[in-house]
């Protein structure tokens, strides 16, 4: 067999000391190149798991934010709905106010309007019955021919208190 190998051209110290080269460079590359490869491969591997770990959360966190501002939407559109119909019943209500103060004030002018219609009423009744005084002595005085200054006032009082009782009764 040595012989054989020696035919194929092969020494066996050579091979011997090829054989420790490669386990010396084997063992250095092993030492300084592949094991930290080998553990920044795993450290790289971690951090994208990491991140896609955290993606997947942010996306969970990201649909209930959305769940949550859909309720909040809906809530603040419940509560807007509820302002409105509250201010619908509010302004209702200050208009039926409004309708009432202005027939209050309706009924109060009306009142004023007839008091002060029954004031000037009683004005014109007494200037009429002070003008119809004026007219009876006048006539009575013509009728006794007598100075006006002699009909007696209280003659002339009478009368005018008898045609305001007739007035009065008609």
């Given at each position: 067999?040595?012989?054989?190998?020696?035919?194929?051209?092969?020494?066996?110290?050579?091979?011997?000391?090829?054989?420790?080269?490669?386990?010396?460079?084997?063992?250095?590359?092993?030492?300084?190149?592949?094991?930290?490869?080998?553990?920044?491969?795993?450290?790289?591997?971690?951090?994208?798991?990491?991140?896609?770990?955290?993606?997947?959360?942010?996306?969970?966190?990201?649909?209930?934010?959305?769940?949550?501002?859909?309720?909040?939407?809906?809530?603040?559109?419940?509560?807007?709905?509820?302002?409105?119909?509250?201010?619908?019943?509010?302004?209702?209500?200050?208009?039926?106010?409004?309708?009432?103060?202005?027939?209050?004030?309706?009924?109060?002018?009306?009142k004023s309007a007839e008091i002060r219609g029954g004031e000037?009423?009683?004005?014109?009744?007494?200037?009429?019955?002070?003008?119809?005084?004026?007219?009876?002595?006048?006539?009575?005085?013509?009728?006794?021919e007598i100075s006006p200054d002699r009909i007696d006032e209280?003659?002339?009082?009478?009368?005018?208190?008898?045609?305001?009782?007739?007035?009065?009764?008609?």
């Amino acid at each position: 067999m040595s012989e054989l190998f020696h035919k194929l051209g092969v020494n066996w110290k050579l091979l011997f000391a090829q054989g420790v080269n490669f386990l010396i460079v084997f063992t250095v590359l092993r030492f300084t190149v592949y094991k930290p490869l080998i553990s920044l491969l795993g450290a790289r591997k971690e951090k994208i798991r990491k991140g896609i770990q955290d993606a997947e959360q942010a996306r969970k966190i990201m649909l209930e934010s959305e769940t949550v501002k859909a309720e909040k939407i809906a809530s603040a559109q419940k509560e807007g709905l509820q302002i409105i119909r509250a201010m619908e019943a509010r302004s209702k209500e200050v208009g039926e106010q409004l309708i009432a103060e202005a027939r209050k004030k309706e009924a109060d002018i009306l009142k004023s309007a007839e008091i002060r219609g029954g004031e000037e009423l009683e004005k014109e009744k007494n200037m009429f019955y002070k003008e119809a005084g004026e007219m009876v002595k006048m006539a009575i005085a013509r009728t006794v021919e007598i100075s006006p200054d002699r009909i007696d006032e209280k003659l002339i009082d009478q009368a005018v208190a008898g045609l305001s009782k007739k007035r009065i009764t008609h």
